[in-house]
């Protein structure tokens, strides 16, 4: 396959109550990394999301940006998990905030423990999405799935 190589990445963020294994100070980590290893052209947006889709930045950052990682991590550190995982919601905020960028290349990175409530299956998941880019090409999408089950049980 090929390496994707966007110009914007939106990572949204599970903060939901099944999310509770993954600590907050285990996604300000992963973040970090990755803002860290953004080249300066590319920009970075990032939503939390449960029942409901919280921006974690006001607006999109480029790659690079002093202070960002350490912005990224105390403000992940700050919401505490919720009720609820919206999935479609978050996706649909992502594609609303994306066509308001100027990304031509853009990749969506969802981190998600993977239990989501039953609507939230593929099909529908594409179709908002596709709903939303209109006639943009849609992002790219990459699930990183950490499944509390495997953690308690000390597999990785």
Do not use: C, W
């Not at 966007?6 to 963020?13: A, C, G, K, L, M």
């Not at 099944?18 to 300066?40: C, H, K, N, W």
């Not at 905020?93 to 990175?109: E, F, K, V």
């Not at 593929?122 to 990459?142: F, N, Q, T, W, Y």
């Amino acid at each position: 396959s090929t390496p994707l190589r966007p110009d914007h990445v939106t990572v949204i963020v599970d903060r939901s109550a099944s999310m509770g294994a993954i600590t907050a100070q285990t996604y300000a980590g992963f973040l970090s990394a990755l803002v860290d290893r953004l080249p300066e052209r590319t920009t970075i947006d990032v939503l939390a999301f449960a029942r409901l889709t919280t921006p974690i930045l006001g607006s999109p950052a480029r790659g690079g940006q002093r202070g960002l990682s350490e912005r990224l991590a105390k403000a992940i550190v700050d919401i505490a998990p919720a009720p609820g995982s919206d999935l479609i919601a978050a996706l649909g905020a992502a594609a609303d905030r994306l066509s308001a960028s100027r990304a031509t290349s853009p990749a969506i990175l969802v981190v998600t423990d993977g239990m989501l409530p039953e609507p939230d299956n593929a099909a529908a998941l594409l179709a908002e999405l596709a709903r939303r880019a209109g006639k943009s090409k849609p992002p790219d999408i990459v699930f990183v799935v950490s499944d509390p089950t495997l953690l308690a049980e000390g597999l990785r």
